[in-house]
């Protein structure tokens, strides 16, 4: 396996030729349609993956290295912004780099699209709610950051460009969670939490215990004296429940 054959003064013609080639053979004969590339939606040119992007880097023997800023923005948001830089592996000679950045204020990590129950109508209403979980998503912005600094630098240091494009679109989900849960930290008030329990209760000792987390904050948001009828609505059923699980 020949390392990435680049000079100083940069490559012959006939360096580049065969290093043409080397990337259309690995498109034709190695990577594979939907696994290391695919065609995004809207666009007609083949968007490496990240995948694809190692078996590249493998087989021209270069290796990363990743230099990482960390940027908290407000509101609990935080950006990650990530230089990429590739070596060859014979002689650790810099090549290239590629630079790549994603933020929770990204839509799909920024937003929950939920269904809102109304208590007046008793119905779900589709809405649009902001990620009171954004510690969660940390760790997965800054994986993308990385990977896409990645692909942007294999590319570059490849010339592949003329094969593929960089990596537009991401297809790992966020954290997944159960759509009760979202639902659940959308309601503002106890007394639509405790129509919405009323309504969906029965779905297991998770969904409990969304509710209760719920009708905590809610307690402590509106500082309600406990033994309410609404603490007792809920509280109350939730622990007869439980203790039932239990064996009580």
């Given amino acids: ?69 960390k940027t908290d923005l407000p509101n609990g948001h935080r950006e990650y912004e990530v230089t990429c830089k590739m070596f060859r592996n014979s002689d650790n000679m810099a090549l290239a780099s590629g630079v790549g950045s994603c933020s929770s204020m990204e839509s799909k990590y920024r937003w929950r699209n939920v269904k809102k129950f109304n208590p007046e109508t008793k119905k779900q209403e589709e809405s649009r709610v902001e990620n009171p979980n954004l510690e969660d998503l940390f760790n997965t912005v800054l994986k993308m950051a990385k990977k896409r600094a990645f692909v942007d630098a294999v590319i570059t240091a490849t010339a ?47 969904f409990d215990q969304a509710i209760m987390k719920r009708k905590n904050i809610l307690e402590a948001n509106t500082k309600q004296d406990e033994g309410t009828p609404n603490d007792s609505g809920i509280a109350g059923v939730v622990q007869h429940k439980k203790g039932k699980a239990d064996g009580k």
Avoid at 184 to 198: H, P
């Fill in 160 to 206: 592949a460009s003329d094969f593929v494009t960089q990596d537009l679109e991401d297809f790992e989900e966020v954290i997944p969670v159960e759509p009760y849960e979202a639902e659940i930290e959308a309601i503002e008030d106890m007394e639509a939490l405790k129509a919405y329990y009323e309504t969906n209760k029965g779905k297991g000792a998770r």
């Fill in 1 to 69: 396996m020949d390392d990435l054959v680049v000079q100083n003064n940069g490559m012959t013609v006939q360096e580049m030729i065969h290093q043409k080639q080397r990337v259309g053979e690995l498109m034709k004969f190695v990577l594979k349609d939907g696994e290391h590339y695919g065609v995004i939606p809207g666009t007609k040119k083949k968007t490496l993956f990240k995948s694809g992007a190692e078996v590249i880097a493998l087989t021209f023997g270069i290796h990363p290295e990743m230099i990482i800023v």
